[in-house]
């Protein structure tokens, strides 16, 4: 059971250039989560899902785009990669609306030149 | 406008003391929290949770304090642990989402 995975772990990008990170979890969750972690802001939501084929924005969606196609998978997307997207991205699920917590990746560090 | 509010950035405290972190809300209609521990490089891992019906809920070390009308909660680490540096974030429920907080980072010296 690996729990929640991210591909890639590491990514270095040119402004303009596009990515897609991958989260991929083994534990039947309904939710899934994309949130940043940038110095002194915490974590901030980017997309969520509720559920296959479903997904919503979070707190800071612009520039960003994802998909959940499959149940066990949620992509991030960027279309044209800026520095200000250079961060750490955690992924995370969760079972459903009742239980509260999340499980997180181990995260993808990102880097924008 | 943060919701969430970890005022304190850092703790330095003691093996064997007790470690206090805090944490304050904005939104009355928060009913559910959450603790999360981060080390470097990792994910964050769940800690320990309360539900705005309780007002402290305890598991081994770590014991969550929750005062509603105060809107603050705090999380207190009895004794302190060298492996319990790590960064502590709060969390607020807020349908079907998680709202943290900043973040307190804690050291723990011998």
């Known amino acids: 059971n690996a729990g929640v995975t991210q591909t890639p772990k590491f990514r270095v990008l040119k402004t303009g250039q596009s990515m897609t990170l991958l989260c991929a979890q083994d534990m039947n969750h309904e939710y899934m989560y994309w949130y940043r972690q940038d110095p002194g802001m915490g974590l901030r939501l980017i997309h969520y899902?509720?559920?296959?084929?479903?997904?919503a924005k979070g707190e800071v969606p612009d520039g960003y785009n994802v998909s959940r196609l499959k149940k066990q998978n949620f992509l991030l997307g960027l279309e044209s990669a800026a520095p200000s997207q250079t961060s750490v991205y955690f992924c995370?699920?969760?079972?459903?609306?009742?239980?509260?917590?999340?499980?997180f990746g181990p995260g993808t560090r990102l880097t924008v030149t | 406008d943060q919701q969430v509010k970890q005022n304190s950035p850092s703790l330095s405290v003691q093996e064997g003391r007790i470690s206090i972190l805090n944490c304050d809300y904005t939104n009355s209609m928060f009913d559910y929290f959450l603790w999360y521990k981060k080390y470097p490089a990792e994910g964050p891992t769940f800690l320990i949770s309360?539900?705005?019906?309780?007002d402290k809920n305890e598991d081994g070390r770590f014991t969550v304090f929750l005062n509603k009308s105060a809107k603050h909660l705090s999380l207190h680490i009895v004794p302190s642990q060298p492996g319990d540096s790590a960064v502590y974030f709060c969390a607020a429920e807020n349908t079907d989402k998680l709202i943290f907080g900043t973040g307190t980072r804690l050291q723990v010296f011998p």
């Open positions: 995370a699920s969760s079972p459903d609306r009742v239980s509260y917590e999340q499980y």
């Open positions: 899902s509720v559920g296959e084929g479903t997904t």
């Open positions: 309360i539900s705005s019906i309780k």
